[in-house]
């Protein structure tokens, strides 16, 4: 066979193996099916990147949620609870975590070191809020369904929209306040996964007590900002769309 017949075929067969290794793998998201809960802050890191991923409860029930993360099927580096990122090899769980990995991944991320460190207090902030306003609803049992603990829990969420709630949502105007004069995102003139995650926990108080939501005057730049953010043309049109379920109502979740 001459030279000239093989080299096309070879020429194939390198670009063949030349994509195959780099072809990239894609994101998964394990979260359970049927609420937003914590899988609702990475899902709108993917959704303002553009970037595609699968998200598993397309896929895989309650059941097998539970086997692949809660009892290590997923094997892999160990990961306790969901929402569970995986790329390949690679794979880790942790929501504030996991949003700062991918935001700067995706490039939402601070632009100097000063605001990557605030950025950190705020994220964690951000995320000490959303236990807090959680376990409010599941002070008998943390694990167990709110619907167990109706009763028994109505103290502990009437003390969290008395005193927690508007402790931590003028926090959040004071620190949105600090940039622009609350015009525009957290930190900079850029948009980072924190300003992400504080749309998600203002969509989820709002949801979950909008009677209070509703009485906050004392957050004119929080409202504003959540009716900007979420009038982005990638988050409005995943807000408008079937991937985007509604909140529990049971837990800010
Ligand atoms: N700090 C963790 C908490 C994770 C967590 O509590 N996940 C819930 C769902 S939102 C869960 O299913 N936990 C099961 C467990 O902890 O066993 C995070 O932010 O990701």
Redesign the pocket.
Known sequence: MSSARVRPQLRGDIALCVSFFYMEEEWELYY?PRLP??GEFVRLVFEEAGVKFKDMRDTVDAGGISSLV?QGELGGFPV????VIKKGNFQM????AICRYLGKEFGLYPENPVDEAHADQVNLTI?DYI?EGRLAFHGMNH?ASYYTQMEETKPYIERFVKDRLPRFLKHFETTLVANNAGKGFLFGDRLTYVDLALLHVLRATEAQFPEAWQGADYIPALKAFKERMSARPRLAAYFNSKRCLPFEGNSM?
Do not use: D, E, S
């Not at 306790?80 to 929402?83: D, V």
């Open positions: 359970w809960g914590r809660l306790l609870a969901p929402p769980c942790q929501t504030p995320h236990a694990t979740m």
